[in-house]
């Protein structure tokens, strides 16, 4: 029986010619990471451990990005904790101020991870880097811990969906329509403890932005790991972006899949997640008249270059609506400058949005744009869950950056061929 | 090792986010953030908790984040399992990981409820819902991960190794 995408690369870094769904295996490790929320903890873990000695100081990157620059005087003891456990241990791959970006665009725009890569990271996210063709998932801090302490995670070998994408998307139709398509159709538990794998010549349309949303959100839909194989699209981006080695697995021709499901890209529309969560989506076209109090266009599923480029387009000449708080969020420093140098920044200035240095900030309710009862956001992020931005009694409805550019202009959730008159 | 105590029920997709809100990840102090567990889907749980107690949901408990935070916050505030129809697989394994004990069972997810009294066998995976008289048979950990919890997590479980 062969093996899926996944399998082979699991396979390859327990050391075996074969494994199959279900099998538990130890793994070796590419990268252990984590954030200024979970490194703490596992810091503390880490203290428990017979020996203090960090083996693999180049595969730990932390990242200080969750609610940076330090938020309060709490989260400053936290910050405080990894800063001096990262300089004390020279952990290589250290991110704080004037560095870091979001860690999930990070990583990737440093070159930490490439195609054929065994990553963890104590967020929940990590499964970003699928879209290299990488098997990476999130784990908790203690899991962290012990991939700091031993190089190595056990995993239960998961079985997988395909997903055989078909057909060029339209206009307006992004990675983020096709991930928020897909969680509508199999739920927020659809894809539980299985990889959700990519496969069809519809991909060759995905830019690596695309592919890094989608597989970022395949924890949206329960899933272990969301990936992708590996295209010429692929290869330039780690050529452009990383000097390690890569390596390419393919899923062997008689892999078993739980389940198949082929999607047409080009019979998409964008599509909008209802409150309180990503399995209840909506087309644009079945919206209703929604108004909004705030828009956040950024997160590691949508701060990238590319989604900023959408949200200029739809933005510039226009003025936000009155009332209506937009705020954009770079991922990275690169992506920042990118940004500024493009003119993309003072686009969405005079347009009324504000522009914040890097941060995941209000995608978690953490800082920077947090909602009160009763007020709306339509957001670029991952989550709508009860609470996520802020009140309990506030709603987050997730979209595509051009669906949130658009709705910045009109108030209300919006078509972005509505405003641009398409 | 045995769990007896009150149910505290909940449904679906309870996800990490109403389990401990990221407004108090500012701290990971166990008994802080057992203050504020669950606040957001059910504000009086901490009022009502007392040790021992169990928690039971239908499916996807534990989804969303990979905040360790969460299975904490709900160890430290006394709840000695959580039964659920099945778990979010980063929850599932934090929980393994600090030794906080749960059980997949479908059948007892669905029929048990709120304030009813259950009593827990870990050895065997039996159920025993006193209050209704009911009993269920829940799934067994495999091998490698009842040693993982016997060590009372990770950590230990490495160190010993």
Redesign the interface.
């Known amino acids: 029986m062969g093996m899926t995408m996944t399998q082979k690369i699991l396979a390859a870094h327990a050391g075996l010619d074969v494994v199959e769904a279900g099998q ?1 295996i130890e793994a070796n490790l590419d990268m252990v990471l984590g954030n200024d ?2 490194t ?2 596992a810091i ?2 880490m203290e ?3 020996t203090q000695e960090v083996l693999y100081k180049d595969k730990i990157a932390m990242v200080l990005e ?2 940076t620059p330090n ?2 005087s ?2 400053a003891e ?1 910050f405080k904790s990894v800063r001096e456990y990262a300089n004390s241990h020279n952990i290589t791959n250290f991110f704080d101020v004037g560095e870091v970006g979001i860690e999930h665009a990070l990583l990737p725009e440093k070159g930490l991870v490439v195609a054929g890569d065994a990553v963890i ?4 996210h ?1 499964c970003t880097y699928g879209a290299l063709g990488a098997f990476s998932t ?6 962290m ?2 991939g700091m ?2 190089g190595k995670a ?1 995993f239960k070998v998961p079985s997988a969906i395909q997903f055989v994408l078909t057909g060029k998307p339209a206009k307006w139709v992004s990675g983020k329509d096709i991930i928020l398509h897909i969680i509508g159709m199999i739920g ?2 659809g894809a ?2 299985k990889s959700m794998e990519f496969v069809g010549d519809g991909i060759q349309y995905l830019s690596m932005d695309d592919r890094f949303s989608m597989a970022n959100m395949a ?1 949206e839909a ?1 899933g ?1 790991n969301g990936i992708f194989p590996v295209d010429d699209i692929t290869i330039e981006y780690l050529k452009e972006h990383s000097v390690r080695e890569y390596k390419v697995y393919e899923a062997d021709e008689d892999a078993v899949y739980d389940e198949t499901y082929t999607i047409d890209l080009s019979q998409l529309k964008p599509t909008v997640a209802f409150p309180h ?1 990503p399995e209840n989506t909506r087309t644009i076209d079945n919206v209703g008249d929604i108004k909004i109090d705030q828009v956040v266009i950024g997160s590691c599923t949508n701060g990238h270059i590319t989604d900023l480029r959408i949200a200029a387009e739809i933005m510039k000449g226009r003025k936000v609506a009155k009332g209506i708080r937009v705020i954009i969020i770079p991922a990275t420093q690169a992506i920042y400058l990118q940004a500024m140098e493009e003119g993309l920044l003072k686009t969405f200035i005079e347009a009324g949005a504000i522009v914040s240095t890097p941060t995941c900030g209000p995608c ?3 800082h920077m744009g947090i909602l009160a009862a009763g007020e709306r956001a339509v957001a670029t992020t991952n ?1 709508n ?4 931005m802020g009140h ?1 009694e506030s709603e987050v409805y997730l979209a595509s950056p051009a669906v949130a550019a658009a709705s910045a202009i009109t108030g209300k959730i919006s078509c972005p061929c509505e405003v641009m008159g398409e | 090792m045995k769990a007896h105590g009150v149910v505290h029920k909940y449904g679906d997709n309870v996800d990490t986010d109403v389990i401990i809100p990221a407004r108090y990840l500012n701290s990971s102090d166990p008994a802080e953030l057992a203050k504020n567990c669950m606040e957001d889907i059910d504000p009086d749980f901490v009022k009502r908790v007392k040790v021992g107690d169990i928690m039971v949901a239908n499916k996807n408990f534990g989804c969303g984040s990979s905040r360790e935070h969460a299975p904490i916050a709900i160890k430290a505030s006394g709840i000695s399992c959580v039964i659920a129809e099945t778990f979010a697989r980063i929850f599932y394994r934090n929980a393994i990981n600090i030794g906080l004990p749960i059980i997949e069972c479908k059948e007892a997810a669905e029929e048990i409820e709120a304030g009813d009294e259950v009593e827990i066998d870990f050895d065997s995976g039996m159920i025993y819902d006193r209050t209704k008289g009911t009993e269920y048979k829940g799934q067994a950990f495999p091998p490698f991960m009842q040693e993982i919890i016997k060590a009372e997590g990770l950590v230990n479980y490495i160190n010993h190794k």
């Open positions: 538990l929320v979970t703490p903890v503390h873990e428990k451990f017979n969750h609610i938020k309060d709490n989260s936290h990271g104590a967020d929940s990590t999130g784990v908790g801090s203690t899991d811990a012990a302490a031993t056990w927020v538990d539980l403890y924890i329960g272990k969560l978690l309710g953490g989550r869950f009860v609470g996520r309990v």
